[in-house]
Structure formats: structure tokens, C-alpha cells
């Protein structure tokens, strides 16, 4: 077992089984190859702000459910139905801003997937940026994506570094996982 020391500070005092350890061994920061799996994360970053991001992860698996498993090509249909629908369940994060932002933002992905083929090769074809010119792209293509959103969005599927500090144990897995581009 590696030193509980040697991780990131921010799961550093946590219990081995507590929510926030386990999405930062398991899942922060390390690549994702699906563009619906890319989606979800920034439908749960655009619905963590203002919100601790622990309340995100006791609702993950529901807020999958809710939108369909993140099925851009579902969300992006959604009419008056689905959105009193998300806006009536408790296990989702309910706010009128947010339900509408991932409407517009998965219309938003399927045209970028007609010119770039994906949303992953949309992000690839920005990358490198550095944070702040991520942010004026992002702002400029979808709704509801500040700063800190599209920061965590970024850092948290491995386009920005920053995940893990050298010394944790998960940054040998982490950057092993990285495709060369991005690193």
C-alpha cells in the first residue's frame, strides 16, 4: 500500500473507500476515448458548480440514467418533456441553466462531430491550448462553461496537467495512460 502521504493533498486525509479517493485513483485525470463518455463528464462539471463536488459523485450513476447515458445524439433531442422531467428528479441536479446547457451543448457536440468526426477530435484539434485560450473556445462553442468548469473538464480527462502530483502513487498510472499528443 504507498504512503498516504506521497498522495495528491487533496485525497490525502481520505479514507480509502470515500468517493473523492476513489474517482481520483480511478478516473481523474486518465484519458476517455468516447465521445458520450466525454459528454457525461462535462454535463457532471457543468452541474458540480456552485455545488461540492461530492454531491456530483453520490449522483453520477443517477445523473447517467437521467440523461440517457450521456447519449449526445438522445440529449440533443430532448424537447419540453425531458426537461420538466430532469427538472422534477431529485437525483439529478435540478436547475433550469444547467438542464438547458446540456440540451444545447449535445446539439452543440453533433455539429462538431460532422466536421471534426468527434468531440474527442474537436478537443484534439484545440489541443495545446493553455487554459485560458481553452476557456475563450469553449465559451465560444457551449453554454454554461466558465473557467473553473472547463478547467476541471479538461484537467479531469487528461487535457490540461495538473491531475496528480509526482510523488502520488496514481501519477506512474496516469501518465502512462497518456497518448504521446498530450503529453
Not at 95 to 106: G, H, S, T, Y
Request: overall charge negative; glycine content about 8%; charged content about 25%.
Amino acid at each position: 500500500m504507498a504512503d498516504v502521504n506521497s498522495y495528491c493533498q487533496y485525497v490525502r486525509d481520505l479514507p480509502e473507500n470515500d468517493l473523492h479517493k476513489n474517482y481520483h485513483d480511478q478516473e481523474y485525470g486518465f484519458p476517455l476515448e468516447e465521445d458520450n463518455a466525454l459528454f457525461g463528464r462535462l454535463i457532471l462539471e457543468i452541474n458540480q458548480a456552485g455545488l461540492s463536488w461530492t454531491t456530483i459523485l453520490r449522483k453520477k450513476e443517477h445523473f447517467e440514467i437521467a440523461y440517457d447515458g450521456f447519449n449526445i445524439l438522445k440529449i440533443a433531442s430532448y424537447g419540453e418533456r425531458d426537461r420538466n422531467r430532469l427538472l422534477q428528479d431529485a437525483g439529478v441536479i435540478r436547475n433550469r441553466l444547467k438542464v438547458d446547457a446540456a440540451i444545447f451543448n449535445a446539439q452543440r457536440v453533433l455539429a462538431l462531430q460532422e466536421e471534426f468526426g468527434s468531440f474527442k477530435g474537436w478537443i484534439e484539434h484545440h489541443h495545446p491550448l493553455v487554459r485560458e485560450e481553452w476557456v475563450k473556445v469553449f465559451k465560444k462553442t457551449f453554454r454554461f462553461t466558465g473557467g473553473e468548469i472547463v478547467n476541471e473538464f479538461l484537467m479531469s480527462t487528461g487535457y490540461l496537467p495538473g491531475a496528480h502530483e509526482k510523488g502520488c502513487p496514481v501519477y506512474g498510472k496516469w501518465a502512462s495512460s497518456m497518448p504521446k499528443c498530450l503529453t
